[in-house]
């Protein structure tokens, strides 16, 4: 999953917000500490792993339980750093996107986030559960809830449901997920050709891949054991559009709502308005509530912006909040000595993953593949972007909300050497006879990562390499290091999970098949051994045990291949009005829930 | 006088034609790729092809110029719909009209413009010529020096400073927004309030200190001192004489400023987050969105041309010694 950034080559590039240090306003991050050090003033996420469980019918069944004190009516002012380009919930993949798009869109299944613990449940939205499979995990079945429309008034069938689907085939549908599309269909982009032209020259999926017999069901059959359907189903491409109403690239500007929220007054660059769906009915959704009126979103908000604005709490701000924008690196301290802007703010560990890859198509030298491990001064690096606030030192591939995450599990002991253990490198060096081995490292020209280059450069030479510093252009930076022929041999990147399950790590970062350009696998590893054992996990129809054997591949990955450094986990801390109240963290797309929230 | 408004206004038109050519051919040289752009993450090359198609970039680099150049005048029809005139083309990010969104965005600049241009006009030159009457006074010497202060100072640091002290800190003015005028007077004039003020603070500098010297010049001016001679009131000399002379170089620049500022005015608006021209001109730069960068290029460089041929009549009508041939 990407977290949202600007680019320029390509617009919204897999990477951490943190990335892009924008605008004539934002600071460089604080260097000595950033804050966060005062354990009584800081409220950390506690280390454990996401046990998200699969909720049953009577879950799934609506209406959400009232909050306390929650009152109906008012607006809810949102800063947001970057602009929404896409509502269409075929096209949304980025973190932004994916969180503003649970107030108006609808999916077969969806989390439901508990109101005291946070906890994550997964439960059936638009679907009575989260499906029933047979035929050994290849089939899977859902039946829509009775009562379901769209905005209109018109309802929502399972022909919508196909409609969802089958138009994700076509050549215009290119940023969101792909998951369910190719297990369907084929791999990589194979899937285009079972359906080239979508729906829209009234074809269909044939009846032994997607069927439909009646106007509450939808079957989903997949040539092998599919384990993870039900959360597939929950990414936000796989609700309903009515075919009557599929206007193809223009539905990105005006899709219909199924949710609580419809969308009013989209100016793209500038703002978005959501206003109540008054044919949305409570009683069929348990995930969502419709407490405010409206959500006055407007975008171009710096961190520095939004931090002051939320953290002096005057005027209309108090009814503000925002979804993604962080506490600026260079606000932190002086945000956590303000005891009352800290009784409205959240600290919670995000499912991105901050990793420094390591182009093992130059490096093909396994030992200097992890002298470069050992050196790198993980600590220091987070340091620049925040310190504790903006994450924690990871120590593997995949982060602490996956299910079955080891916290103990860090090969290169990043969190004993957070400048790097420069030793243990030179002496990795010296047996590979390789010492003084030159690196590229290659970052964008935000503030933040000009900062850390520094810090980076001087670990990695003290550990006895030559470093030579490449500065790319922030907007065409995913684009240049995307590129599978680069001159670079270091240069970082984010990932999130799309569910809880490394499923969404391993294969996407590691799988050999997927190097290519503006691929993910951005360290290029193509090692047989890695890519027979990611066909074999994938196999696995037990949920729970494919969970714990995608763990373990990725610390076999990491142990044995050293494809990339683990830098840190991120983690976001962000503030709101004091007149806002209902605030709950959505801890798979690594943003504040605003499905939950009401004035005071 | 109608002659020369024509000739400047002919020249205009040759300027802004050669400002697209020049912006069109120069984005086309770029390595950027504008359909990769539009196309995600799941780009296949027939996803590649039909943006392509969608967007007119399959034709070669003149042809889509004249296109364009056409579709201003007369509206263009594109796969994705029509294109009324003046149609500037669609924004390869919002995939819209580019004309609705300066359209939308212009209001907000003209705001800025305008309110800022009366705030730092009316202090500026009333301060320099308070200072030019006392010349020599502990009242000039301060203002010089508060001006030499402002001329110093930067909008990204004074609109900060501005911005914790007088909204987040004492919370004595709105934060800054833009809402249409014709909705709500008040509100309008609120929300514009401390950029206007911050804005006039860097540029009233420049016009106390240009107006004081001016006025000191023109005050010792053979014509003022013969008026003196006569015995006209101090006042009359002051205002009637002086002030005329001094005040034509000052509109010069004043239409220079104004046509900038209304070519959008990047810093302020980035610093009080509103949404005017010279946001969208750098957002469409981050982007690679070539038809949104040509119009609000080919309207920002319309407004500083267009100021300019005013300015230039405002001349030739204030000073009578400047009659264009």
Redesign the interface.
């Known amino acids: 999953m990407?977290i949202e950034e600007?680019s320029?080559?390509?617009?919204?590039a897999r990477t951490y917000a943190v990335a892009l240090a924008a605008?004539?306003?934002a600071l460089a991050g604080c260097s000595s500490g950033g804050g966060g050090s005062d354990p009584k003033d800081s409220n950390e996420p506690k280390m454990e792993s996401q046990d998200i469980t699969l909720g049953t019918a009577a879950d799934s069944t609506g209406p959400a339980k009232d909050l306390a004190g929650a009152k109906k009516g008012g607006t809810v002012t949102v800063l947001q750093r970057d602009a929404f380009?896409h509502l269409d919930p075929g096209?949304i993949?980025v973190s932004d996107e994916l969180i503003m798009q649970t107030l108006y869109n609808r999916t077969l299944t969806n989390y439901q986030f508990d109101d005291k613990t946070g906890k994550a449940k997964l439960v059936g939205d638009l679907a009575t559960d989260t499906g029933k499979s047979s035929d050994g995990g290849r089939t899977w079945t859902y039946t829509l809830k009775a009562g379901l429309k769209y905005e209109d008034g018109s309802p929502i069938t399972s022909k919508d449901v196909r409609q969802a689907v089958e138009r994700l085939y076509a050549?215009?549908?290119?940023?969101?997920p792909?998951y369910l599309q190719q297990w369907l269909s084929g791999e990589g982009?194979k899937y285009?050709k079972a359906l080239?032209d979508g729906p829209y020259k009234g074809k269909h999926l044939p009846k032994s891949v997607l069927d439909t017999p009646d106007d509450k069901t939808v079957v989903f059959h997949f040539d092998q054991p599919r384990a993870e359907v039900p959360f597939a189903v929950a990414m936000p491409n796989i609700g309903a559009v009515p075919p009557g109403k599929d206007t193809k690239?223009?539905y990105?500007?005006a899709p219909l709502a199924s949710g609580p929220y419809k969308i009013r007054n989209f100016?793209?660059?500038?703002?978005i308005q959501f206003v109540k769906n008054d044919q949305w009915d409570p009683k069929t959704d348990s995930i969502r509530h419709q407490y405010v009126n409206t959500f006055d979103v407007?975008f171009?908000?710096?961190w520095?912006?939004s931090t002051?604005?939320l953290?002096?709490d005057?005027?209309?701000?108090r009814n503000g909040m925002t979804w993604t924008n962080v506490v600026d690196p260079s606000q932190i301290s002086t945000v956590l000595k303000d005891k009352e802007a800290m009784s409205r703010s959240l600290t919670e560990t995000q499912p991105y993953v901050d990793v420094v890859s390591i182009n093992t198509d130059r490096i093909k030298d396994k030992k200097v593949r992890e002298a470069i491990a050992w050196a790198f001064p993980s600590g220091q690096y987070l340091q620049q972007f925040g310190g504790p606030k903006a994450g924690e030192i990871g120590g593997g591939l995949v982060g602490p909300t996956l299910k079955g995450y080891d916290p103990s599990f860090d090969p290169f002991q990043k969190k004993k050497y957070p400048g790097g253990n420069a030793k243990k490198a030179r002496e990795l060096l010296k047996e590979a006879g390789k010492e003084n081995y030159e690196l590229v490292y290659a970052y964008g020209n935000g503030d933040t990562h000009q900062d850390a280059s520094v810090v980076v450069e001087r670990a990695l030479e003290r550990a006895g390499f030559k470093v030579e510093k490449k500065e790319i252009d922030q907007?065409?930076y995913y684009t240049q290091i995307g590129k599978v022929k680069n001159k670079y041999d270091l240069y970082r990147s984010s990932w999130g999970a799309d569910w809880p399950s490394a499923s969404t790590v391993v294969p996407p970062l590691y799988d050999g098949k997927n190097v290519y350009d503006?691929s993910a696998n951005y360290s290029h590893l193509n090692v047989p051994s890695v890519n027979a054992e990611i066909g074999k996990v994938a196999k696995v129809s037990d949920l729970s045990r494919a969970t714990s054997e995608w763990i373990k591949l990725s610390e076999k990955i990491l142990s044995d291949e050293i494809p990339a450094v683990p830098t840190f986990y991120n983690r976001l801390f962000t503030l709101w009005g004091s007149g806002i109240g209902g605030v709950k963290f959505n801890s798979v797309y690594g943003a504040v829930d605003p499905t939950a929230v009401f004035i005071k | 006088m109608f002659r020369f408004l024509a000739r400047r206004s002919l020249g205009a038109i040759v300027i802004l034609i050669l400002i697209s050519a020049i912006t069109f051919f120069l984005f086309f040289a770029l390595p950027?790729?504008p359909a990769?752009?539009?196309?995600?993450?799941?780009?296949?090359p027939?996803?590649l092809a039909?943006?392509n198609k969608?967007l007119g970039l399959d034709q070669p680099v003149p042809v889509q110029y004249w296109k364009f150049m056409v579709g201003i005048f007369a509206g263009r029809d594109f796969a994705?719909?029509h294109c009324d005139a003046p149609c500037f083309g669609y924004?390869f990010?919002?995939?819209?009209p580019v004309w609705g969104?300066i359209v939308?965005?212009f209001p907000t600049t003209l705001s800025l413009a305008l309110g800022g241009a009366a705030v730092f006009l009316v202090c500026g030159i009333g301060i320099g010529m308070i200072a030019a009457w006392r010349r020599g006074t502990w009242i000039d010497k301060f203002f010089s020096s508060l001006s030499l202060l402002g001329a110093s100072m930067q909008i990204?640091f004074v609109g900060?400073l501005a911005?914790?002290w007088f909204?987040?800190?004492l919370?004595i003015m709105?934060?800054p927004a833009y809402y249409p005028f014709t909705d709500n007077p008040a509100k309008w004039f609120s929300g514009m309030l401390l950029p206007w003020v911050v804005l006039s603070l860097i540029f009233m500098a420049n016009y106390s200190r240009m107006t004081r010297s001016q006025m000191v010049e023109q005050l010792q001016e053979d014509h003022v001192r013969t008026a003196r001679a006569k015995g006209l009131s101090s006042r009359t000399v002051f205002f009637r004489y002086a002030w005329r002379g001094a005040i034509a170089p000052i509109i010069t620049i004043f239409g220079i400023d104004l046509g900038s500022l209304l070519g959008g005015a990047m810093?302020t608006e980035?610093?009080f987050?509103l949404?005017g021209i010279g946001?969208?001109a750098v957002?469409s730069v981050?982007?690679?969105d070539l038809p949104m960068l040509m119009g609000v290029m080919l309207v920002s460089s319309a407004a500083i041309v267009v100021f300019n041929i005013l300015v230039d009549a405002a001349y030739a009508f204030i000073d009578p010694r400047v009659r264009l041939a």
């Open positions: 990407n600007r320029k080559n390509s617009r919204r605008g004539a306003l380009e096209q993949y050549p215009y549908q290119t940023n969101g792909t982009q285009r080239p690239e223009k990105d500007k100016k793209p660059g500038k703002g407007s171009g908000h710096q520095v912006d002051r604005r953290q002096a005057k005027g209309a701000d907007s065409t503006d | 950027a790729e990769r752009l539009a196309c995600g993450k799941n780009c296949d027939t996803s039909m943006i969608n994705v719909g924004s990010v919002s995939q819209e969104t939308d965005r990204y900060v911005l914790a909204v987040s800190g919370g709105d934060q810093v980035y610093t987050t949404h946001r969208l957002e981050q982007l690679t």
